[in-house]
């Protein structure tokens, strides 16, 4: 800001002209008889506007630039970010350059400490979370800083390279597109870095080196027995829901710390209907990196493959791990129970590492094209309930067990089968059109998929009989619900 020494109307019609010749555009619309607003943007988009207001008891010139959007600005991380990601992460080139823009990003590293205090006598000691990281603020967010930073990830092929993709996380209370990657370094260490628009509008970098075990996790997982609910154990809850040869395909994987406490409030819950589903919830257990990924390494020795989320929650990674097996398709969900990594006023973590935990575990039954008929009990609850009559066979995916806990009453029944399969909707669709229905295909979508669905009318022995098979639908809940009755 600029302050002159006396006014005169001559000096705006003055500036008008100056400004004019050098290029400058007069915003109008801003402009009155006391003030004058000028433009100028130069052909690397920056933007320098000049207000010179008459209001006051002498001009004043005020000045404001706007550093435009120029992926060719800059070539390389700035010293202070360089030294940074030295000190903090793997190196001055853990991350490569990616234009944030500006050619002058501000950088903040944390070691992600956290106290804790002494019961008994009240002392604090500093522990760490094993987990350092450096955010780097940029310019103002534009859409496509996104597209730019996956391709300088993509193309970076250092130590086996990044894994990145375009999604939406959490900002503050706000769902924002952005780039998340991580990059395996071996030994249970990682690299993850996540790019998006933050609070204030502006294009932000947090990156994330899970070190070390700083922590005395016990060396082997607990003990599926170990873990008790309402009077039952965790096997108990899982051959359940799954069956004894289904639950023996889960293996334990979940770590605690020696002197957790917290595994007794770790609740265990069976899914209704609407799923096949084992939960497991922790909200006070320790929680780090380093036990994650202690938890992906055993399920990928027992076969698992297993698909890292960098950011599952908040600022921790979490993971999804699937296998085929004879009980079917199994699917484990795990996220921490918070991740929030939110630094206090002194710079340490606020909340500590008692992050807690959610494993969701789903099984999807197994299509066996070797079946020609339904299971006995399926056909019996079909005759005893449907007037004497059985549908024509096809693969639904279910069993006894699951028409068990369905839904059947005289004249009508209803069977939750816990898989999905475009294929065996068509399969199902000629052997009910060969057995005499009147049968259409329905169609729904969801999450920008289309899924098929079946409706259908018979008459038989003078009765009407209508069937509906419908597919459910929903992040990992996949099932299909089929009700036939007679009207």
Request: hydrophobic letters at 30%; a negative charge; charged letters at 20%.
């Amino acid at each position: 800001m600029h302050l002159g020494y006396a006014k005169d109307n001559q000096i705006l019609a003055d500036a008008r002209t100056a400004f004019t010749a050098a290029g400058y555009t007069i915003d109008e619309s801003s402009s009155s008889s006391e003030e004058l607003v000028a433009k100028y943007t130069n052909t690397h988009n920056d933007a320098l506007t000049a207000d010179l207001d008459l209001s006051e008891d002498r001009p004043v010139l005020k000045l404001s630039f706007v550093e435009g959007f120029d992926p060719t600005a800059g070539t390389e991380w700035t010293a202070p970010i360089k030294t940074a990601f030295s000190s903090y992460l793997t190196g001055e080139n853990a991350v490569p350059y990616i234009y944030l823009g500006t050619i002058a990003p501000t950088v903040s590293a944390s070691n992600n400490q956290y106290r804790v205090t002494d019961s008994t006598t009240g002392a604090e000691t500093l522990m760490n979370s094993d987990t350092k990281s450096v955010s780097v603020i940029g310019g103002n967010w534009k859409d496509e800083v996104l597209d730019l930073a996956k391709q300088k990830l993509d193309a970076d092929t250092t130590d086996g390279g990044w894994h990145a993709e375009l999604t939406q996380i959490e900002s503050g209370w706000n769902t924002v597109s952005a780039v998340t990657a991580y990059k395996a370094l071996g030994n249970n260490k990682y690299l993850r870095l996540k790019i998006y628009k933050n609070d204030n509008d502006k294009i932000e970098m947090d990156v994330f080196f899970d070190a070390e075990n700083t922590h005395s996790y016990n060396e082997n997982p607990t003990n599926w027995s170990s873990i008790k609910y309402s009077g039952y154990t965790a096997t108990q809850y899982l051959e359940d829901r799954f069956g004894n040869t289904g639950a023996a395909d889960i293996p334990s994987f979940l770590y605690f710390t020696e002197n957790d406490s917290s595994v007794s409030s770790t609740s265990v819950s069976e899914s209704g209907l609407s799923n096949r589903r084992v939960s497991f919830n922790n909200y006070s257990t320790e929680l780090t990196s380093y036990s994650i990924y202690k938890s992906m390494e055993t399920l990928t020795s027992k076969g698992f493959a297993v698909t890292l989320n960098p950011f599952a929650q908040g600022s921790l990674p979490g993971f999804t791990a699937t296998k085929t097996t004879d009980n079917g398709d199994f699917v484990i969900d795990f996220k921490p129970g918070d991740g929030d990594m939110s630094l206090d006023d002194d710079g340490y973590l606020k909340y500590g590492i008692n992050h807690g935990f959610k494993v969701y575990i789903y099984n999807y039954e197994k299509f066996d094209d070797s079946k020609t008929d339904w299971d006995s009990n399926i056909k019996n609850a079909m005759s005893s309930n449907l007037n004497g009559y059985v549908l024509p066979y096809f693969d639904l995916g279910a069993t006894w067990n699951d028409t068990l806990k369905s839904k059947f009453s005289s004249n009508k029944l209803t069977i939750t089968a816990y898989n999905y399969s475009e294929a065996e909707f068509d399969k199902a669709y000629t052997a009910l059109k060969n057995g005499g229905w009147d049968i259409s295909y329905s169609y729904s979508v969801k999450d920008g998929t289309i899924y098929k669905g079946l409706n259908g009318k018979y008459e038989h022995e003078g009765k009407t009989f209508v069937l509906d098979m419908t597919p459910n639908i929903s992040g990992f809940v996949k099932n299909v619900t089929l009700t036939i009755q007679i009207i």
